[in-house]
């Protein structure tokens, strides 16, 4: 629910954005969208076509020259078809080839080479009337071409593009225009931010609902935890206080806590002390890791101000956490130290001008010596690494 909220809330901001830039540039979208306007109205007006200029250039090539195709064809064909013409001497020399074919046997070839000449002057001829039938001279359609690619020419320069390029300038001109115009569009904008804001709401009063539930059993649970470690009488409370519409609900979670019994309820941060913070972390984070699954924990003296059989509360509480958790404690006392499944030892060396820290992981006999240790002081008796085993042993047991 809460992502949805946050989602919900980055359209809301995003429609209220798009209003406000719409707004602030009004003047500006005006006189783009009269610019756009004039230059679709003259675009539209000369109403390029796709392949025109193609169609066009070709066209005019063809009424431009009909005067010289038409007098080339004719000339051709007259070479060709005339009394003296070529078709007339090919077929002199093929009559008289043949006149002569009984002598010379080889003139044969020669006879089907002027056969195949015949042929293709007759197709050549052919070519020509057909392209001299084909030549139209006609001034006023030719004037009027010039004309529309003069039109079209010096639309495609004030564009600076090509003319075969005018219909999809035309086309992109008109999808522009079309966009200013819906960008200016305040009162379908104010719509978009009216809808959006129902669709933040409407999610954002579930987890408000969702919170108040969950922030009652949550302080409730917790409170209970609390009076485990060395907290008896102090209360914990979640008060949602309402505020302006954010990315994460319609109000600010505040965690409150009364410190002793009778005490009443403050933020957290002005009532705890350093030791109490970890405990009430302590007891929030057992109570929390039931409903969630953060990777890893950290505990800084957790163990302040505390000892006896609220410290073995405290080391059972964290081996619990370690279950489900990863959890780093950094304690003094042995009966936190014996509830780690891993136990490091982190000690500091002065020397040469400069301190240095070191850590290493405890087992077996180094770490029952490093609990004896921490229970008995430097001196170390036997009775002391026997109850060092011990608490190891139970620790381990449970």
């Given amino acids: 629910m809460a992502e949805q909220v946050q989602a919900a809330y980055r359209q809301w901001r995003q429609a209220q954005e798009n209003l406000a830039m719409a707004e602030a540039e009004g003047e500006r979208l005006a006189e783009e969208r009269e610019r756009l306007a004039w230059q679709v109205g003259e675009m539209e007006k000369l109403a390029p076509v796709e392949g025109e200029w193609a169609q066009l250039s070709q066209s005019y090539d063809s009424l431009a020259h009909a005067a010289e195709l038409l007098q080339a064809a ?25 006149s002569l074919s009984g002598i010379e046997p080889r003139f044969a070839e020669s006879l089907a080479m002027l056969d195949s000449i015949e042929a293709e002057l007759g197709e050549i001829s052919s070519h020509m009337h057909s392209v001299a039938a084909r030549a139209e001279i006609n001034p006023a359609e030719l004037a009027a071409q ?9 639309a495609a320069r004030r ?10 300038r035309l086309a992109q001109l008109q999808q522009d225009l079309a966009d200013s115009e819906a960008a200016a569009d305040i009162e379908a904008l104010r719509e978009q931010v009216r809808l959006a804001e129902a669709a933040y709401l409407q999610p954002a009063r579930e987890l408000s609902a969702q919170r108040q539930q969950a922030a009652a059993k949550l302080a409730e649970e917790t409170t209970e935890h609390m009076q485990q470690l060395s907290m008896r009488g102090a209360r914990f409370h979640i008060e949602l206080i309402p505020c302006e519409a954010q990315a994460y609900g319609l109000e600010q979670v505040q965690f409150q806590v009364a410190a002793n019994q009778g005490s009443p309820l403050r933020p957290l941060n002005k009532v705890a002390s350093g030791g109490e913070l970890a405990r009430i972390s302590l007891a929030l984070q057992v ?3 039931q409903y969630t699954q953060i990777p890893t924990l950290i505990f800084d003296e957790v163990d302040s101000g505390i000892g006896g059989g609220v410290a073995e509360t405290v080391g059972r509480a964290l081996r619990t956490l370690g279950r489900q958790h990863q959890v780093l404690a950094v ?7 014996a509830c780690g499944a891993q136990h490091w030892q982190v000690s500091k060396h002065s020397g040469g001008g400069q301190t240095v820290s070191t850590i290493r992981e405890l087992e ?19 009775t002391t690494r026997r109850h060092a085993a011990e608490m190891l042993e139970m620790a381990a047991a449970e």
């Fill in 146 to 154: 010039e004309e529309r690619m003069a039109e079209l020419m010096s």
């Fill in 364 to 382: 077996g006999s180094a770490r029952i010596e490093e609990i004896a240790r921490m229970l008995g002081g430097e001196t170390l008796t036997d």
């Fill in 74 to 98: 004719e000339e051709v064909a007259a070479h060709i078809d005339g009394d003296n013409g070529l078709h007339s001497l090919a077929g002199r020399c093929r009559r008289q080839l043949e």
């Fill in 331 to 337: 304690t003094h006392l042995p009966q936190v130290a």
């Fill in 287 to 289: 109570t929390a890791s």
């Fill in 159 to 168: 564009h600076r593009i090509e003319p075969e390029e005018l219909p999809a």
